[in-house]
């Protein structure tokens, strides 16, 4: 069974502040991993991806990933109220086509 | 505006009603998909169609016959559903159906679907 884990949260942080969105996965194997973002009532939009271990920047996003701990996650610099939804963490590739995703972070940023 | 357009966008039906949810990309993808997503669960796969030939099909109940006419259009036939199939049924398409390096899936609106 193919997993991919998330805290479901809530994390509520302050304006300003950096929220971090942690996820991990199951399939050693994966090559391909996504960050959507769903706000309440909405489709989830895709706001990062990254293949390759290391960081990956696109303005105040950072996606990160460690295949060795399997193991990525996003860092939003400068959280904003309107940065608040839900994150989904999606991986797919391996040996399994398909995308999976986790349940979801709901983050909150305070004003 | 995602280029995959869903409709309706509300429906509520009875147990014994038969409706369709539709759905229609612009991006000249080749894979469509159907989602559900449902409260405190993970984004569920239900249907994959690759250049119009379904490829998935994740042990969904007979009562969701989906059909794909052509690689721009697919519908979700409903017929009667359960009060738990309510919840948010979401189209999606990508370049090919492989969720390799560089192919993305882009999601619809969504159709929040009501049984009653």
């Known amino acids: 069974q193919k997993e991919v884990e998330q805290n479901s949260g809530p994390l509520s942080v302050p304006e300003g502040a950096i929220a971090s969105l942690n996820c991990t996965y199951s399939?050693?194997?994966?090559?391909?991993f996504f960050w959507y973002r769903q706000y309440s009532g909405k489709s989830p939009e895709l706001i990062m991806f990254i293949y390759s271990n290391g960081d990956k920047e696109d303005g105040r996003f950072t996606a990160q990933l460690n295949k060795a701990s399997q193991y990525v996650s996003l860092l939003i610099r400068d959280s904003q109220p309107s940065d608040s939804a839900t994150y989904l963490c999606a991986v797919g590739g391996g040996s399994n086509y398909k995308l999976t995703f986790g349940k979801g972070t709901l983050l909150t940023v305070n004003p | 505006e995602t280029g995959v357009t869903q409709t309706p966008r509300h429906l509520v039906m009875g147990m014994t009603n038969k409706k369709s949810l539709k759905c229609e990309q612009h991006l000249g993808h080749n894979a469509m998909y159907w989602y559900k997503q449902s409260a405190k669960k993970p984004l569920e796969l239900m249907f994959v169609y690759s250049l119009e030939e379904r490829v998935e099909n994740n042990s969904v109940p007979s009562r969701f016959s989906p059909e794909c006419p052509n690689s721009s259009h697919l519908f979700l036939h409903l017929h009667t559903l359960q009060p738990e199939d309510s919840a948010l049924y979401l189209c999606?398409?990508?370049?090919?159906?492989?969720?390799?390096?560089?192919?993305?899936?882009?999601f619809g609106e969504g159709s929040w679907l009501t049984v009653v």
């Open positions: 999606a398409s990508s370049q090919e159906r492989t969720a390799r390096t560089g192919n993305t899936i882009y």
């Open positions: 399939d050693r194997g994966s090559q391909s």
